[in-house]
Every structure is written in structure tokens, then in C-alpha cells.
């Protein structure tokens, strides 16, 4: 038997492009690789900070994180993602960058969401700033004319403290609970036609069951949706 080769490390399925945050990753959370069952190489992008990336929206980031990408790919991996949902504005050209299949936000999920749903139902689409979200960022994961509902974190003072500006990297995780429960509470008495929720942000993922429990619908996050593609691309069982 031949093994092919041209490979630095064996058995990696998943490569991850991180920005550089120092707050709490708890378990679910794409940066807390002991959630997962399978192996994953993170490429951390010094100086890509959350900030620069929803906010500033700096075009300088894209150049090391097509590097990021093209190097993890020559590490092994069999499929790349990135720890920031809003990556969705960079899908394209990394995804041309390398000859691995590329999956930068959780927002690449809405389409199939929507058609999962009935006609007259809506995504709910929970992300860490809805103010910085644009149009490029949804055109760039394929979202064009599919119903949704967008819900921001931006305005819950411990999320704007901790994850979007980094004033402290400390987390009190009741809190967060608290918060993010608020914003979907609020979203779904405003829209109750949403039938399905997909979390962009990544921080939000640890709390995916407890949101499935509290609210009785579907959740979708980067975590789910990690290991639906490691599924395909490292196939175990038929």
C-alpha cells in the first residue's frame, strides 16, 4: 500500500485561522479544540484583533490571513475555517487561495437554513455587531435574497467590554447567558416567524444547547457546522 505524501503533519482534519483575543474560550467554542473529536491546527494572526476586523473592517488583514490559510493547508489540513464569523467578508479570495474546502463564518449556513424552513418562516441570525454588519459580509457567504432577522450583541455592556473592544478578559458567564437570552428574546417577540436561529458569532456557541432548550427551535453555529464539514472531508463511517 501507498500512502501519498507532500504533507508536513498526518491526520489534521481542521485548520483554524484565530484572531489574536486573550478572553475565556469555554467548551463548544471553535478555539476550545477539546470540544471537538477530531484533530485541528489553529494559525493565529498576530495583530488581526476583533476590533480591526468588525469595525475598522481593515483591508491590510486580508494578506496574512490568505497566508495563514495557505500555510495551513501546507501543514495538512483537510478544511479551514476561521474563529470570527464576520471572516464571511473574506470567504471568497481565501477560499481561491487554497485547494481545500474553505468555510470562514457560520453565516455560510442561511441559505440552507432557509430552505429548511417554510415560506413564511424567517432565520434569525444572532451576531456580535449588527451595526458593523454589511451587505458585503452576507453577498460574500451567498445570502441574496433569503428572509432573515439580524440581532446584535454590540449593545450588552459585558459582550462590548470583553469580546468587542477587549477591556478585559475576564468573563462572568451567567452574565453573558443573561445577555445573550435578552437579544433573542427580543428578536423572536418581534419576529415570531423566525423558525430557526443561526449564531454568527463564535463566542456564542457554548451557549447553543441552553438556547435550543429555553426557546424550542433549531440552533446552528461555527461548532455544528465544523463538524458536519470534518464529516465529509475525513468520511469515518458510510
Do not use: W
Amino acid at each position: 500500500m501507498i500512502i501519498k505524501g507532500g504533507i508536513n503533519v498526518c491526520g489534521l482534519t481542521i485548520g483554524v485561522i484565530s484572531l489574536e483575543s486573550y478572553f475565556p474560550k469555554p467548551a463548544g467554542h471553535i478555539k476550545h479544540p477539546a470540544s471537538f473529536d477530531f484533530p485541528i491546527l489553529y494559525k493565529t494572526v498576530k495583530g488581526a484583533t476583533i476590533d480591526r476586523l468588525i469595525r475598522e473592517r481593515d483591508p491590510e488583514l486580508l494578506k496574512p490571513f490568505i497566508e495563514a490559510a495557505q500555510e495551513l493547508e501546507r501543514e495538512g489540513v483537510k478544511a479551514i475555517t476561521g474563529s470570527c464569523g464576520f471572516l464571511a467578508l473574506h470567504q471568497k479570495e481565501i477560499a481561491d487561495a487554497v485547494n481545500v474546502p474553505v468555510f470562514m463564518s457560520s453565516l455560510i449556513q442561511v441559505p440552507l437554513v432557509s430552505r429548511l424552513l417554510k415560506q413564511d418562516q424567517k432565520v434569525g441570525v444572532v451576531v456580535a455587531n449588527s451595526d458593523a454588519l454589511s451587505e458585503d459580509h452576507l453577498k460574500g457567504v451567498g445570502i441574496v435574497a433569503e428572509p432573515i432577522v439580524v440581532a446584535g450583541m454590540q449593545h450588552q455592556k459585558q459582550f462590548a467590554e470583553v469580546i468587542l473592544r477587549g477591556d478585559t478578559d475576564d468573563l462572568d458567564m451567567d452574565l453573558f447567558e443573561e445577555e445573550l437570552n435578552s437579544v433573542v428574546q427580543n428578536m423572536l417577540n418581534e419576529n415570531p416567524e423566525v423558525g430557526a436561529i443561526v449564531l454568527e458569532c463564535t463566542d456564542l456557541s457554548h451557549f447553543a444547547p441552553k438556547l435550543q432548550k429555553e426557546f424550542g427551535l433549531p440552533i446552528f453555529d461555527l461548532s455544528s457546522l465544523t463538524r458536519m464539514v470534518a464529516a465529509a472531508v475525513d468520511r469515518q463511517i458510510a
